[in-house]
């Protein structure tokens, strides 16, 4: 309730830039009504979402990493530049993150690096909140067709959710996995109808 309560930052922005010596291919899950132009980052004039007090925000990106295949896209015979070795090679992406204060009208600039050494390949070596959300992503990609995931089904985000269930205070996560277990029911329903 309190994050709904107090704003702690308004016209929250967030910009992330890949590097594409280590990341061959990206794509945002979600947040496809909430993409800004690139030039409307540094816009103060352009509205944005409110942070609230306790409130988090996660933004997945499905990330094919440069000579790991996997690539969704054909390479292009004419780049738009000359693919060259940048001076941040340990770097994954760099994030900007930009916010007004409350009662303030000129915003503020955050800027971190994200290094690739934090870049953990082993899914389970990731951490248990990341599973879960991964989980949750690979549900609502499911629900919108599945265009990107594969053979991962629904059976796929039960074992992921269940393992990653972990501490579940007002049993979230648990209401989260009886609706996967719903929807996997439906979609087994309705393929047997259709045949």
């Given at each position: ?12 922005k967030?910009?992330?830039?890949f ?8 794509r ?15 816009n103060?004039?352009i ?9 988090t925000v996660?933004a ?62 082993d ?5 248990e ?13 499911l ?17 992921v ?13 648990g ?7 719903l ?13």
């Amino acid at each position: 309730m309190s994050s709904t309560m107090m704003t702690i930052a308004k016209d929250v922005k967030i910009q992330i830039e890949f590097n594409p010596d280590v990341v061959a291919e990206y794509r945002l899950i979600g947040y496809e009504n909430r993409v800004l132009a690139r030039e409307d980052f540094n816009n103060d004039q352009i509205d944005a979402g409110e942070l609230g007090a306790g409130h988090t925000v996660t933004a997945l990106y499905e990330v094919v990493l440069a000579g790991h295949g996997g690539d969704h896209v054909d390479p292009l015979r004419y780049p738009a530049q000359a693919q060259h070795k940048t001076e941040h090679g340990n770097e994954l992406a760099f994030l900007r993150l930009r916010y007004k204060a409350p009662e303030g009208d000129v915003s503020q600039l955050i800027e971190t690096p994200i290094a690739a050494s934090d870049l953990k390949l082993d899914f389970n070596a990731t951490s248990e909140r990341y599973r879960f959300a991964a989980a949750v992503a690979g549900f609502g990609q499911l629900l919108r067709g599945g265009k990107y995931t594969g053979t991962f089904n629904y059976g796929d985000v039960l074992t992921v959710a269940r393992a990653a269930r972990g501490a579940d205070p007002f049993g979230y996560r648990g209401e989260f996995i009886g609706l996967v277990g719903l929807a996997q029911t439906l979609a087994v329903k309705i393929a047997r109808s259709e045949q």
